[in-house]
């Protein structure tokens, strides 16, 4: 598929917007069980797609020709030990499996690096998840020890995950 003359366009949402919006919100509960099916979700139950406690809550949906193809969201936490940091945790990215291993994840990612480019972007990812390792490494994400981690993330690192950071420019 030939992926570079299409035109993409990115939407942004706060999860209160989305919440609002009945029409967005199910596009985006068909798009997340169609794309991820071994997950179980409830569109009055954000927590497993969203999370709990963050500052706020960013949902990313990139569309090609008006069709949702992936989505994203980011948590937004204070980190309680740098009390005027905020910790970007990348809790999903899922793109339609038609557009997967054709670049459409990495330029995804890439909008999403760039509209938080003064933070570290923070992800956990599965130890068995070799396809998602291998995505993140190649998109310069690199695997941290407990001992790097914020502690605001240090409750949800559980074995057997992997945290991976994207840090910021300089």
Not at 33 to 60: C, H, M, Q, S, W
Not at 157 to 169: F, G, L, Q, T
């Amino acid at each position: 598929m030939n992926t570079s003359l299409k035109s993409y366009k990115l939407q942004v949402y706060n999860q209160d917007e989305l919440l609002d919006d009945e029409e967005k919100l199910d596009e985006v509960m068909e798009f997340v069980n169609r794309v991820i099916p071994d997950e179980t979700f409830d569109r009055n139950d954000f927590t497993k797609l969203y999370g709990n406690y963050a500052l706020y809550k960013n949902i990313y949906m990139y569309y090609q020709n008006d069709q949702l193809i992936a989505l994203s969201s980011c948590n937004f936490y204070n980190d309680s030990s740098k009390e005027d940091e905020v910790v970007v945790y990348l809790m999903v990215i899922a793109v339609d499996p038609t557009y997967q291993n054709s670049g459409i994840g990495s330029r995804f990612l890439k909008h999403i690096l760039d509209m938080n480019n003064q933070s570290h972007i923070w992800i956990k990812i599965h130890k068995t998840n070799m396809q998602s390792q291998h995505f993140f490494k190649k998109n310069h994400f690199e695997q941290v020890p407990k001992k790097e981690i914020p502690k605001v993330l240090n409750p949800s690192y559980r074995k057997p995950y992997n945290i991976y950071v994207h840090r910021a420019s300089s």
